[in-house]
């Protein structure tokens, strides 16, 4: 594994620890403001960083949404300059409603290398699993 692969790494395992203890600062602010997110089960697309913690914040009143924990696996990255694609399995414990779930989906996070030379996460894509 190369430095640059490791960071990454490194990268998207702070993402993947701050949504796994519910840690809304954290985890945005692994996301540039201006990424984007494809989630299979919302309606449209959230462009931008804010739509998405608008969002979220609507699911947690409204649905009384909470991640209890997250675990990632399978994971690999694929460099592209100063760009990363990040996939991996993840398991999701949540609540929803007041019922406890846990969800097993595939996801595709794309980072960029920024100015300051941190991995931010410009692109969220998330899927069932088959």
Known sequence: MT??????????DALVAAFARHDRDAYFSAFA???TFLFYNLDRPLDGRAAYEAEWALWE????????AC????????????????THAV????SVGGERLTNNER???V?????AGRWLAV???LSAAA
Do not use: W
């Open 3 to 12: 430095d640059t692969q490791a960071a990454v790494l490194s990268a998207a």
């Open 111 to 115: 980072f960029s290398l920024d100015p």
């Open 71 to 86: 675990r990632s696996t399978d994971r690999r990255v694929q460099l592209l300059g100063d760009v990363a694609v990040f």
């Open 61 to 68: 009143e409204r649905d009384g949404f909470r991640i209890h």
């Open 107 to 109: 996801e595709t996070i």
């Open 91 to 94: 398991e999701t414990e949540l």
């Open 33 to 35: 403001p201006q990424a």
């Open 123 to 125: 692109h969220e894509h």
